[in-house]
């Protein structure tokens, strides 16, 4: 087992930019296209749902998504700096997070978006008081949760980027799982590349090439890029608030998934950038940092904002661990977001283009899981406390069926493979006595 100091040298052998590393504008720009590509799908998903679920119009649910983009850019920037202690000042790319869909849309269905925005307000709050007391809870966090949570995470993650791969118009179909292969082999041949741009740009490079692809195969629709608009900004507060109690807890449970998930990423991004586990104040900072986005993304009628395992995952295949590259993606997504024909172009990729990618870079973040409990005494009854965490949080997630009897809340948090695997290895840690060998 490799010692700290063996691992930062091993880890440092495959960094190309380091966190504080400045690259010229030049190549900074496209460095930070990847990032915004590996993340754009997964930032209108939920947007695009809402509209359709609630019948909005066109205008409307661009509305949303201009919103979570702007949104994104501005949360990102909260992330990546520190003030007063909020944020992790590392390359985090925050955005609308995924884990919240069912429990947003079960929300709006029953009570409206305006209840969807009021609980994402109060939940946000509540994670951000979390953050600020992180000290007192963090003996409930060490590096084996972290560990299980960044496996679990990766593991869960895996499936998205094969449905994605197999698209979700005519799914299955060779032309889509072709066209996900180029991708996915692209960014193998340019991660190995000897030339340092060329290995940085692997991702952005294969997701160019892929679109390219499905462009002549006839994947790709550019009507709706003349049908948007060149200019526009999305204002505040379009849509009534309402505090319904029972949507409030259901977003709670959500909200203590994500700092979990959120702890995962920054252990993650700290162990492949510097061969470390996060600081106090960088944990504290970034889960502050969470909550307060999410509440001010209510504000612009956006939906809670977390940080993306997948950009984790990007940072840590391509290199390039420096957060000027994703402040560049953070002014890059707020200008998108004012001049929607630009966001049109991305959004109207084909899911198979970012499934070849998101394959990379989920299977990405559940090696850093692995490397991260290579950390610690793999004893008995460690390796108990793994086993126990990933076979219920990854077994729900896989078989989600398996709770179709039980309350509609517990099935959310079952089901979400982060919440059961943190909290059984949690309590286990606790109740199980510590083997020293």
Same mark, same amino acid.
Do not use: C
């Given at each position: ?323 000027? =590259?994703?402040?560049?993606? @953070?002014?890059?997504?707020?200008? !998108?977001?004012?001049?929607?024909? &630009? %966001?049109?172009?991305? $959004? #109207?990729?084909?899911?198979? =283009?970012?499934?070849?990618? @998101?394959?990379?870079?989920?299977? !990405?973040?559940?090696?850093?899981? &692995? %490397?991260?409990?290579? $950390? #610690? ?61």
């Amino acid at each position: 087992m490799l010692g700290d100091d063996e691992m930062k040298q091993q880890s440092e052998l495959d960094i190309i930019y380091h966190v504080n590393d400045k690259p010229s504008m030049k190549k900074s720009i496209p460095l930070a296209f990847q990032h915004i590509l590996a993340m754009f799908a997964a930032n209108a998903t939920l947007p695009l749902l809402m509209g359709s679920l609630l019948n909005l119009t066109p205008q409307q649910t661009t509305i949303l998504i201009q919103s979570a983009l702007l949104m994104s850019g501005v949360t990102t920037l909260i992330q990546i700096g520190r003030f007063k202690g909020i944020g992790s000042g590392l390359p985090i790319v925050m955005g609308t997070s995924n884990a919240f869909i069912s429990t947003s849309l079960a929300i709006a269905n029953d009570f409206g978006i305006g209840a969807v925005l009021g609980a994402t307000f109060i939940g946000g709050l509540i994670e951000f008081l979390i953050g600020r007391h992180l000290n007192r809870l963090k003996r409930f966090f060490p590096p084996l949760i972290g560990g299980v949570v960044i496996l679990t995470i990766g593991i869960t993650l895996m499936p998205v980027g094969i449905r994605q791969a197999a698209g979700n118009i005519d799914t299955g179909s060779p032309k889509n799982f072709l066209v996900a292969g180029i991708v996915l082999v692209s960014i193998i041949v340019f991660h190995q590349s000897k030339n340092k741009l060329l290995k940085s740009s692997a991702i952005l490079l294969g997701i160019v090439l892929g679109y390219l692809v499905a462009f002549f195969l006839g994947m790709v629709d550019f009507n709706e890029v003349a049908n948007s608009d060149w200019l526009s900004f999305p204002n505040p507060l379009q849509y009534r608030w309402s505090f319904e109690p029972v949507a409030i807890f259901s977003m709670l449970f959500m909200y203590l998934a994500t700092t979990i998930e959120t702890m995962g990423d920054i252990s993650a991004l700290t162990r492949g950038a510097e061969g470390r586990e996060p600081t106090d104040k960088e944990m504290s900072g970034a889960i502050m940092a969470d909550g307060l986005s999410s509440s001010i993304a209510a504000i612009f009628n956006a939906f809670p904002n977390t940080s993306y395992t997948q950009n984790v995952g990007v940072v840590n295949l391509t290199g390039v661990f420096s957060k000027h =590259v994703v402040k560049v993606g @953070a002014f890059l997504l707020i200008l !998108m977001a004012l001049i929607p024909k &630009i %966001s049109t172009i991305i $959004s #109207i990729m084909p899911e198979p =283009v970012l499934g070849g990618a @998101a394959i990379a870079m989920f299977s !990405m973040v559940a090696v850093s899981g &692995i %490397s991260l409990l290579q $950390s #610690i005494n793999l004893n008995s009854r460690n390796m108990l406390i793994i086993a126990i965490s990933l076979g219920v949080g990854v077994g729900f997630n896989m078989v989600p069926e398996a709770t179709a009897q039980l309350p509609f809340n517990l099935q959310m948090v079952l089901t979400s493979g982060v919440i059961p695997a943190a909290l059984i290895a949690i309590v286990l840690n606790l109740l199980l006595s510590d083997q020293k060998s």
